[in-house]
């Protein structure tokens, strides 16, 4: 990056792309995660020699909320597509923070429909996860469909992606 766009005495902050398995509850063998670890590696500019990258590679013994941080502007509910109080999911985070989600049903504040906290319109995407690769300060933006793809297939499973700012 040619110029620092970042204004003088802001706080520290970092990025976060993380790669989840889009079924909550899977996890992968370590040999599936290390083929997937290695292509992140590949894909991830700030990760190599010399960035300031870093991944981190995570089983959760429970579902864990995998959220964007600051990036998060509403939350739709997939039911009667009200936006849902952010705060109710701030509230929800907050309980959560220690043991996890053992149960993702819920029922939502606005209409009072029963669905799952998986299946919640997140706007940035938010997910749910027993496996994270979390790759912080990738250099890179979104990863495209294709490398979506790739990872799926050395995973074993297909994955879904979470930006965070925090
Ligand atoms: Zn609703």
Redesign the pocket.
Known sequence: MAKDIHGVGEAMSDDVLSIIPSDPRWQPDRVAAGRAVALVEHLAPGVADGGDGEIDVTWYDEVTVVDCGANLERIG??????A?DTEWWGDLLEAHCEGGFAVLSVE??????S?TLNLLDYDWPCGFARFEIAIWNPGRSWFSEDELAVMADRLGHPVRQIMAHI
């Open positions: 509910c997939p039911l009667c597509r009200a849902i939502v504040p606005c209409c009072g429909g669905t």
